[in-house]
């Protein structure tokens, strides 16, 4: 079945840690997305890719940081995990054109302690 | 960068209708979308509005108005399974999508 696989889709992780959360997708999209999503406050852009080999910084990007080697795959790292970084993180990827829609992952919910 | 505004709940009957406002500010405007989110579920497409109007999908429309920065999501003959968050977004230039903080409607029997 196509769509957006991440994982994984929970875990609780120690301050301090390094932690990488991978997203891959099989649909041939050209963009991808990472957001985290916190009560109240919304769907938050953390890091983008509008094609292989390119990324650039979302509104919450410090403390992670991206890669995007290859269309598919586009992994998320925590270099050094801190308690504000507790989140349920979505990956999302869409296909250029003027609809543009994001075709979201499932999810990881990830807790810092 | 995106200034979305939409209010965080709201209550309806089953059957009835009900219009969930959303007001932006934007540094460059390039299309406006709504989003479903069901509890601890990922966010699926509803409706994407790049011109001033009506968008109508089955018992889900979208209105956009550019020059006032506001948009709706109108759901009609409301059931059960419309008890969900409706996220507004709106998407700049570099093609990237912003979020509001969400709305999250119950319906009642």
């Known amino acids: 079945i196509a769509g957006i696989t991440q994982a994984p889709t929970s875990q609780i992780l120690a301050a301090g840690r390094r932690m990488t959360l991978r997203c891959t997708q099989d649909?041939?999209?050209?963009?991808m997305y990472w957001y985290r999503q916190d009560l109240g406050l919304g769907l938050r852009l953390i890091h983008y890719?509008?094609?292989?080999?390119?990324?650039g910084k979302g509104e919450v990007p410090d403390g992670y940081s991206v890669s995007r080697a290859n269309t598919d795959d586009f992994p998320l790292t925590l270099a050094s995990a801190v308690p504000s970084q507790t989140s349920v993180y979505f990956c999302?990827?869409?296909?250029?054109?003027?609809?543009?829609?994001?075709?979201f992952g499932e999810g990881s919910r990830l807790t810092v302690l | 960068g995106q200034n979305i505004d939409q209010p965080t709940e709201m209550t309806a009957t089953e059957g009835a209708i009900v219009q969930i406002n959303c007001t932006y500010q934007?540094?460059?405007?390039?299309?406006l979308f709504w989003y479903q989110q069901h509890a601890g579920e990922a966010p699926t497409f509803l409706s994407y509005?790049?011109?001033?109007g009506l968008e109508e999908k089955g018992r889900f429309s979208s209105f956009l108005s550019r020059s006032k920065g506001y948009s709706y999501l109108l759901l009609k003959e409301l059931q059960m399974k419309d008890s969900a968050s409706y996220l507004c977004?709106?998407?700049?230039?570099?093609?990237?999508?912003?979020f509001g903080a969400g709305t999250t409607v119950t319906v009642r029997a």
């Open positions: 999302a990827s869409s296909k250029a054109g003027d609809s543009g829609e994001l075709f």
């Open positions: 934007t540094s460059g405007f390039n299309g």
């Open positions: 649909m041939r999209h050209n963009a």
């Open positions: 977004a709106v998407r700049d230039q570099d093609y990237k999508l912003s």
């Open positions: 509005n790049v011109l001033d």
């Open positions: 890719s509008n094609t292989a080999g390119t990324t």
